[in-house]
């Protein structure tokens, strides 16, 4: 098949592409389909479009811009990113128990007593929680194993996944939220999880408990995850995405010595220009063979 990139090309996965057997071309006119890696995008797309691929994962800003639109198949990079935000989140968790930051911003070796007091480990037999085990999840899973943790995997149809310790229903994890030393979130963020994270869940979990949120900031209601931390209902959280993004400088989570955050960076462009060409290539095979595509997104469904 013909296809091209918008906006701006990337040489290696454009040739990774091509190598194979799909040509490259300059228009979207001439294209079967279109790999997007943001920017303006034809509206509407020419008819010869069969398929666009978002280089990214999460689609709700494509969603709420009116860039994917019903009518068009889209595929997104669900799965490509599982080793490298898997291995952020383990940055995040440790980083957490550690009281990195807090080191950090009190630079003195006179915090060493009060260290032995505010830090904690992993390998103390602690209960993670992953709230979204896919890709991601399973990842974690296998970074989490030598320490030795005890794994909850919460999915949303209950079905085992490998590696954890039993695996739990969304619908029936309620009784997780008040078990966990540690909860990591890798859920999509849709209507449904949207705000999943508010005063009541954070009331449920234990005051000793980390929050790591590695999947969408809109999982989480950020005042009052802002209330909890400041008040000591929870003990830390460890923070890849937050709403609003970006964050404002002012804002008090920047500001709290018992959270680590990072500014959505565990996948940026240089890990998508080295990871997202096989994903493409086996999304274009399979709509050559008229079948669903491995990461074909549900326009209505938002993910």
């Not at 979204?132 to 974690?140: C, F, T, V």
């Not at 859920?187 to 979990?205: C, H, I, K, S």
Request: charged residues 20%; glycine residues 8%; aromatic residues 8%.
């Amino acid at each position: 098949m013909k296809f091209t990139m918008i906006s701006r090309p990337w040489d290696n996965v454009i040739e990774e592409v091509a190598a194979a057997g799909h040509e490259y071309v300059d228009s979207v006119d001439d294209a079967d389909f279109v790999i997007y890696s943001g920017g303006p995008l034809p509206d509407p797309l020419p008819e010869n479009v069969r398929f666009v691929q978002w280089v990214f994962t999460g689609v709700e800003q494509l969603l709420s811009s009116g860039v994917m639109k019903p009518g068009t198949r889209w595929a997104n990079a669900a799965g490509v990113f599982a080793k490298p935000v898997a291995e952020h989140a383990m940055a995040l968790m440790l980083a957490s128990l550690h009281q990195y930051k807090y080191v950090f911003e009190t630079s003195s070796f006179s915090i060493r007593r009060e260290m032995d007091s505010r830090q904690d480990w992993l390998f103390l037999k602690k209960r993670v929680a992953i709230f979204g085990a896919g890709g991601i999840g399973r990842e974690l899973i296998s970074m989490l194993q030598p320490f030795g943790p005890h794994i909850t995997a919460v999915n949303r149809s209950g079905r085992p996944v490998e590696g954890a310790d039993e695996t739990v229903a969304m619908a029936e994890a309620d009784h997780v939220w008040a078990e966990a030393d540690i909860v990591v979130l890798v859920t999509p963020l849709t209507f449904e999880t949207m705000g999943m994270v508010n005063a009541e869940v954070l009331d449920r979990m234990k005051e000793s408990a980390y929050l790591i949120n590695v999947g969408r900031g809109g999982l989480v209601v950020t005042d009052d995850l802002v209330d909890a931390l400041s008040n000591g209902r929870i003990r830390g959280a460890g923070l890849e995405v937050v709403d609003p993004e970006p964050l404002p400088e002012e804002h008090p989570l920047w500001h709290l010595d018992n959270v680590v955050l990072t500014p959505h960076v565990a996948a940026l462009g240089s890990v998508a220009r080295a990871m997202i060409a096989p994903t493409i290539i086996a999304n274009a095979a399979a709509v050559e063979r008229g079948e669903r595509m491995p990461t074909e997104v549900d326009v209505e469904a938002g993910y």
